[in-house]
Every structure is written in C-alpha cells, then in structure tokens.
C-alpha cells in the first residue's frame, strides 16, 4: 500500500492489529463524510437567485410592454414568458451532461450567471435600441431561461453532498430557495418589496447613464443583475465543493486501496476521495454504515402521479403569474402602477406562507416527526380548485367591466395626461367579449 495512504488509516489498522494479517482482508475503518452545510447554504442562495429570474417581472413586464410598443399583444405576451422555459428545457440537460463530464458544478453555475446577466442587459436595453421590443425581449427571456437551467445541478449537488441521513433536509433547503425564487423571494419577500420599493420611481424615472432609465419597470432588471452579481460573488469566494455523499463503487475502491488490491490509478483517485471526506473531529467509524442497500424498482404509478401533482402545481402558478398583470388590469381596472402594487403584495403573501411551509417542514424533518404527505398535497390541490371556483365570473354577480377604446389610450399617451385620467378597465376595440363578463370586484 503507498505509504500516502498510511496516516491517519493504517494507524489505527495498527492498533487493531490488522496490518499483522497480511493474507486476510484485512478490517477496515474510515473517517465518517460530513455533510458540509455551509456549502448546502450557499447551493440554496444560488437556487433562489436561479429561479427569481423567472418570476421577478411578472407584476411589471405587461405594463412596462404597454409603454415602448403598443403593437406586442397578450398573445404575443404568452411567447415571451413561455420562451423562458423553453431556454430552460433545453440548457438544463446541456448543463447535466456538462457537468458530469468535468465532474464539477461551480463552472457551469458561473455560465448560467453569465447568461442570466446577460438576458437582464438585454431587458434593460430595450428603451436604447431600434430593434424590434419583441425580438428583444424573446432573445433576453431565452437568454435568461438557458441560465437558470443550472439549478437543476443544486438540487443534484445537493442529493450528493449530504450522507444520506440529511439528504432530505439538504434537499428542502435546495428546493427551499428554488420555491421562493419562484413565488416571492425569501425571508420578508424580497422580490416583492423591492418591487414595492421600486413602485416610487413612477415612469420614466431617473436617468442613470445616458438614455438607461431607473423606474419601477426597470428596476426588477437592476435587481436581477446585482443577484447575479452577488451570485458570482458567493460562487468564487464562499462556495465549496465538497460531496459527502459517496456510492458503493468509491467505498469499494478505498476497501480495494486499504487491502493492496488496486491499480495505481485508482490508488491515486481514492486518495483523492479519502482528502476530500476526511475530518478530523477524532472519531472512526465504518463507512458502510451510511451507504444505502441496493434500492428495489421504483414505482412507476406512484412517480407518475407525483409528476401530474407538480405539472398541475407549477401549471396553475405560471398560468396566475404569466396572466397577472393584464387580467387584473382589464378584470379590474387597476392602473398600471396599481397593478404592479397589489400583484406584488399578492406575491409577498404568497412567498412568505411559502417560507412558513418550508420551515414547518424542515423543522419536522429535524425533529423525527411524521408528516402525512398525501394529505398535504390532497389539500394543496382542493385549494387551488377552490381558488378558480371563488374567482370565476359567474353569471349571478352584477358588476360589468370598466370599459375604455383605443382612441382613449392613444390620447392619454400622446397628450401626456396625468395619471388620475389613465384609462382603465377592458379595451372594446380589441375585446368583443367585454360586455358579458360580470366581475367579483371583492374577491
């Protein structure tokens, strides 16, 4: 055996006497891996900061549309939220086979950073530049989605740098910070309140450098890119790549070193392994005792109702997310910076019943505490039905949209009038269903 491997294992070898056994296989015990929770800490801000990109312009992007080009109708609206995932459906495999081939996540993290700041440059641009607002914003979104397509190595990285008796807590943390990114932000909602923040600088702004403008439509983009900023920042300096999380194969190679019986290139590659997972805290334990058994075939009905669980989760908030802003704005006749507010106090509540959910969960977690999941997701479900049931514009409510025309909008832009006068409510001229939708303007 190389005598790199002989400290600190055939140390305590010798005190069990087994290095005097030379023909027999020989007892062999290894330093225990430790999940390394700073490293999970920092995989859950880089989860957030991911998957924030994805909704931190909901409440802002429509009004702000409505400002620059006129011609970008609701439908074509839908392409540029629905292209966001497109890019992401394509870069999350890419970043996958990527980063198992060079056997790392940080270089693939920092690409998805790069490109998510470069989508966000690309939104901010879109007052500075000739080209089409459309081809624009389709490019940027695209951009953005291919970047956040490397959360999907969080959750990964998650799964394989934890032991297995906190795999499910590191999970959560991870996909934590992924469902908060997603609805609000963490903590006090951060996406929101400075989206609530940003509702003070009223269009168009503040004149920052040249034509860029700093507004409450351009400031969900400023924030993005100082997240990516911060991201990178945390990536390089704080972030460290340890995998506590080793497989039957790399157990058998260190038992195949400790014995003699190994090549000396997989000597060199588990004397890599054992610096890795080696602490020394003065306890020896066998490492067998956190390695699973070999797990049975998965259940193919059971995962195929988790997915439909999800899909109708995910499809019902990028539905409210997508529409939110043009819905409440003709539904309701709110302004558009009315729109942005209360879209963006909607967002907070929703993040921070998020939050209280995750941390109820983890602490159960912690505590040994059964939780019935089925029940949970029976509810969660139930109540987004009910949610569409209370919100559905029946027949027997009796107040009609706020209608306005066309020639309304042109001359409230063109005439610059003051905001009290904007028009609000449905456009007849694009909507010829208008004046048969009754309206729950409580709800």
């Known amino acids: ?115 998510m700041f470069m989508g966000n440059l690309c939104y901010l641009s879109l007052e500075l530049t000739t080209i089409p607002k459309l081809y624009i914003l ?18 990964t990285y998650a799964s394989t740098a934890s032991t297995s008796k906190d795999r499910l807590r590191a999970i959560a943390f991870v996909t934590c910070g992924q469902a908060l990114g997603a609805t609000s932000g963490p903590g006090m909602c951060l996406q929101s309140s400075f ?109 195929f109702v988790c997915y439909l669980s999800r899909f109708t989760q995910m499809f019902v908030q990028t539905n409210l997310e997508t529409i939110g802003s043009p819905f409440s704005m003709t539904m309701f006749g709110m302004t558009e910076q009315k729109s942005v507010e209360v879209i963006s106090i909607a967002q907070a509540l929703v993040g921070s019943i998020t939050f209280a959910t995750y941390i109820f969960y983890i602490y159960f977690k912690s505590s040994n505490m059964e939780l019935n999941f089925r029940l949970s997701c029976i509810l969660s479900i139930l109540g987004l039905g009910a949610f569409h049931i209370v919100t559905f514009p029946w027949p027997f409510l009796s107040n009609p949209l706020q209608v306005y025309t066309e020639k309304e909008r042109l001359a409230y832009r063109v005439e610059h009038l003051p905001a009290d006068l904007e028009p609000v409510g449905c456009n007849t001229d694009k909507f010829e269903w208008v004046f048969n939708i009754i309206v729950n303007y409580e709800i």
């Open 138 to 155: 389709l490019f940027g979104r695209f951009m953005t989605g291919m970047g956040s397509g490397n959360v999907c190595l969080l959750r």
């Open 1 to 115: 055996m190389p005598n790199s491997l002989k400290d600190p294992l055939n140390e305590k070898q010798s005190e069990t006497g087994t290095n005097d056994r030379p023909d027999s296989i020989r007892t062999t015990t290894t330093m225990m891996p430790e999940t390394n929770w700073n490293s999970i800490y920092t995989a859950s801000m880089l989860s957030f900061i991911g998957t924030v990109q994805f909704s931190l312009y909901f409440s802002s992007m429509w009004p702000y549309v409505q400002i620059i080009d006129r011609s970008i109708n609701e439908t074509m609206f839908g392409w540029i939220i629905a292209i966001y995932s497109v890019g992401q459906i394509i870069s999350a495999p890419l970043f996958g086979y990527w980063s198992n081939k060079i056997q790392q996540v940080r270089l693939p993290l920092f690409v998805g950073l790069a490109l």
């Open 195 to 303: 989206q609530l923040l940003f509702t003070s600088f009223t269009y168009p702004g503040t004149t920052l450098l040249g034509h860029l403008r700093f507004n409450l439509f351009t400031g969900p983009a400023f924030l993005a890119c100082t997240m990516n900023l911060f991201g990178t920042i945390i990536l390089l300096f704080i972030f460290k790549e340890v995998y506590a999380g080793l497989h039957h194969e790399e157990y058998n190679k260190i038992v195949r070193v400790e014995n003699g019986e190994s090549n000396r290139s997989e000597t060199a590659t588990t004397k890599a392994i054992l610096q890795i997972f080696y602490t020394p805290n003065g306890s020896v334990n066998s490492l067998t005792s956190s390695l699973p058994s070999k797990l049975p075939p998965y259940d193919l009905i059971a995962c």
